[in-house]
């Protein structure tokens, strides 16, 4: 096999500085985006226990402090529609809302909460409590009131 000596070379590039520097500004933006998410996405999932509760009435009064969240094989958190009252009676949105409401409330809230993950888990991990593994998967109780409090940037 023989190799050829290049005459020029075969396309232009920045300097080995610019190259290190955008690089570095590149997975900075990129992480503090990626922690952004995890916070904004920790208030729209109170958010939504809220509007599924109140049937998106923001003034209305609602009786949820924590909610049940299970984390699936990708490492997304999902909720399950479980969740607790401030004096810890434990109960459902099927209980609170009905069947039907409860259904499409829990797969609205899924729209949002699988953004939080292994990801930016440093965002959610602070505001959770890990709860006995349900059928090999992870299950949390997330605390709505810390949830909420997250600033939105």
Same mark, same amino acid.
């Not at 900075?28 to 916070?39: D, I, K, P, S, T």
């Not at 909610?67 to 094989?73: W, Y």
């Given at each position: 096999?023989?190799?050829?000596? &290049?005459?020029?070379? %075969?396309? /232009?590039? &920045?300097?080995?500085?610019?190259?290190?520097?955008?690089? $570095?500004?590149?997975?900075?933006? *990129?992480? %503090?985006?990626?922690?952004?998410?995890?916070? +904004?996405?920790?208030? +729209?999932?109170?958010? %939504? +226990?809220?509007?599924?509760?109140? @049937?998106?009435? $923001?003034?209305? /009064?609602?009786?949820?402090? $924590?909610?049940?969240?299970?984390?699936?094989? @990708?490492?997304?958190? *999902?909720?399950?529609?479980?969740?607790?009252?401030? @004096?810890?009676?434990?109960?459902?949105?099927?209980?609170?809302?009905?069947?039907?409401?409860?259904?499409?409330?829990?797969?609205?809230?899924?729209?949002?909460?699988?953004?939080?993950?292994?990801?930016?888990?440093?965002?959610?991990? &602070?505001?959770?409590?890990?709860? &006995?593994?349900?059928?090999?998967?992870?299950?949390?109780?997330?605390?709505?009131?810390?949830?909420?409090?997250? /600033?939105?940037?």
């Amino acid at each position: 096999m023989t190799t050829q000596s &290049p005459q020029s070379p %075969a396309y /232009p590039l &920045p300097d080995g500085r610019a190259i290190s520097t955008a690089a $570095h500004e590149a997975l900075n933006a *990129h992480f %503090a985006a990626v922690e952004r998410l995890g916070r +904004v996405m920790a208030v +729209v999932t109170a958010a %939504a +226990v809220r509007d599924i509760l109140t @049937d998106n009435d $923001h003034d209305a /009064p609602f009786d949820a402090a $924590h909610a049940e969240l299970i984390e699936a094989a @990708d490492g997304s958190l *999902h909720g399950t529609g479980r969740y607790w009252t401030a @004096d810890g009676t434990e109960t459902s949105f099927t209980a609170a809302v009905g069947e039907q409401d409860a259904g499409m409330g829990v797969f609205g809230m899924n729209e949002w909460t699988p953004y939080l993950g292994y990801e930016n888990e440093k965002v959610w991990k &602070p505001l959770v409590e890990e709860l &006995p593994e349900r059928g090999g998967q992870k299950v949390y109780r997330l605390d709505l009131a810390k949830a909420a409090a997250l /600033p939105l940037d």
